[in-house]
């Protein structure tokens, strides 16, 4: 099974920055679309971006269009989320997530919280 292993996260002010990275391991070639979704407490789970690495193509929720860039390294299996203009509304736990198609629900990270205020 793919494993998920994030970082970055924590706490910033509004109109800050902050970038999350995810590693993939263990066999990452087969789940080739990696992304973010975030839940916020009593909200449902969102789909913020997504990266397909062999279609070489990437997927964004409207709210997050112009501030958020997902990129990949991909000979070390990581991802990127470059998190630019942070707002109060973005305070969430981000999970990494990892499928064979976008947008990515087979595999789970194990969450970051992000807080802006």
């Known amino acids: 099974h793919v494993q998920l292993v994030e970082s970055g996260g924590g ?7 902050m970038r999350l ?9 087969t789940q080739p679309c990696m992304g973010y979704f975030r839940q916020a407490p009593g909200k449902e789970r969102e ?9 070489d ?15 990949q390294d991909s000979g070390k299996h990581t991802m990127y989320l470059q ?7 973005d305070t969430a736990m ?3 997530a990892a499928d064979r198609l976008c947008w990515p629900k087979n595999y789970w990270g194990q969450g970051t919280q ?3 205020s």
Do not use: E, W
């Open 47 to 55: 789909g913020v971006v997504a990266i397909h690495t062999t279609a």
């Open 11 to 17: 706490s910033v002010q509004d109109g800050g920055s």
């Open 57 to 71: 193509s990437t997927f964004y929720a409207d709210s997050v269009k112009g501030r958020f860039t997902i990129s």
């Open 83 to 89: 998190m630019n203009s942070l707002k109060p509304d």
């Open 114 to 116: 992000v807080t802006v």
């Open 94 to 96: 981000y999970y990494c």
């Open 21 to 29: 990275s995810c590693v993939a391991s263990r066999y990452p070639a």
